[in-house]
Nanobody, 116 residues
Framework: QVQLVESGGGLVQPGGSLRLSCVAS????????MSWYRQAPGKQRELVAT????????SYADSVKGRFTISRDNVKNMVYLQMNSLKPEDTAVYYC?????????WGQGTQVTVSS
């Protein structure tokens, strides 16, 4: 059974940091591109960051460049999103996604709220 389980969300003040984690099971994790998406209330889900299967290349949305870092551990079947200098506009539900050609898996999401 395929599972993607996110954790690490919560309430943080502007300027603070959070580290999201996503643990995968039930599929060959090391062959999948992993991404983080987010969806704020009333908005469409948007791509935040992507890391290729080997972990050697990453990409980011312009809105998070220089503040967020995506990484993965293919031994532990984990993908991470380190989020620094958080802003209120980063408030959203964050989802991890696994992609391999036409196959996609999603996690259930974790809430991140940035507020004073």
């Amino acid at each position: 059974q395929v599972q993607l389980v996110e954790s690490g969300g919560g309430l943080v003040q502007p300027g603070g940091s959070l580290r999201l984690s996503c643990v995968a099971s039930g599929f060959p994790f090391s062959t999948y591109v992993m991404s983080w998406y987010r969806q704020a209330p009333g908005k469409q889900r948007e791509l935040v960051a992507t890391v290729i299967s080997t972990g050697r290349s990453t990409s980011y949305a312009d809105s998070v460049k220089g503040r967020f870092t995506i990484s993965r551990d293919n031994v532990k079947n984990m993908v991470y999103l380190q989020m620094n200098s958080l802003k209120p506009e980063d408030t959203a539900v964050y989802y991890c996604k696994a992609t391999n050609w036409g196959t996609h898996y999603w996690g259930q999401g974790t809430q991140v709220t940035v507020s004073s």
